[in-house]
């Protein structure tokens, strides 16, 4: 069974840092595509960051500058660094594993960046 495991949400003041870490499964994820998306209360889903299998990062014009995707495929784990983070930035975040045929989303973790 292929799981995604989010963690390392919390609350966090602005201008603070948290980093998200989403562990899969072996079976799919040195071959996935890794998506991060959040979804804030009353809005929908949308798309944060990805990385590629051959680790090539992307990001939403949102967060540019200020989040960094990465991926160790030792750990089959993900990461999203995310710095200098804004009250919009609150959301549960989601990983996704992307395999070409398949994806598999995670349970989400929550982020709250509040004085």
């Known amino acids: 069974q292929v799981q995604l495991v989010e963690s390392g949400g919390g609350l966090v003041q602005p201008g603070g840092s948290l980093r998200l870490s989403c562990a899969a499964s072996?079976?799919?994820?040195?071959?996935?595509?890794m998506r991060w998306y959040r979804q804030a209360p009353g809005k929908q889903r949308e798309w944060v960051a990805l990385i590629t299998s051959g680790s090539r990062p992307d990001y939403a014009d949102s967060v540019k500058g200020r989040f960094t995707i990465s991926r160790d495929n030792t750990k089959n784990t993900a990461y999203l660094q995310m710095n200098s983070l804004k009250p919009e930035d609150t959301a549960v975040y989601y990983c996704?594993?992307?395999?070409?045929?398949?994806?598999?989303w995670g349970q989400g973790t929550q982020v709250t960046v509040s004085s």
């Open positions: 072996r079976s799919i994820f040195s071959t996935s595509v």
């Open positions: 996704n594993a992307d395999t070409g045929s398949n994806n598999y």
